[in-house]
């Protein structure tokens, strides 16, 4: 049974930094990894995802050059930093697996296995 486990939510000030990670089990090979959000009363939403190579990266345009995605396979972990955070980033971040090859990364339709969640939260 696949299970995914996020960590390194919390409060931080706007302009901070936090990082989550994402641990897998279960299984070790997943074409894509994602990172959605949702905020209280919005749809979940697209934040980032990453190929299973880590060659190729996709990130919203509301977080880009302030999230970066990343993997360790090794380790069967995926990890968002996210830098210079605003008010607006405040939701539950939610993390994601695709065993499918062909799906698109933006879109929440295509994975198959998604964690509990992680609440984020950033005071201005």
């Known amino acids: 049974q696949v299970e995914l486990v996020e960590s390194g939510g919390g409060l931080v000030q706007a302009g901070g930094s936090l990082r989550l990670s994402c641990a897998a089990s279960g299984r070790t090979f997943f074409e894509y990894m994602g990172w959605f959000r949702q905020a209280p009363g919005k749809e979940r939403e697209f934040v980032a995802a990453?190929?299973?190579?880590?060659?190729?990266?996709w990130t919203a345009d509301s977080v880009k050059g302030r999230f970066t995605i990343s993997r360790d396979n090794a380790k069967n972990t995926v990890y968002l930093q996210m830098n210079d955070l605003k008010p607006e980033d405040t939701a539950v971040y939610y993390c994601a697996a695709s065993s499918n090859r062909y799906i698109l990364p933006r879109s929440r339709l295509g994975y198959d296995y998604w964690g509990q969640g992680t609440q984020v939260t950033v005071s201005s």
């Open positions: 990453i190929n299973w190579s880590g060659g190729s990266t």
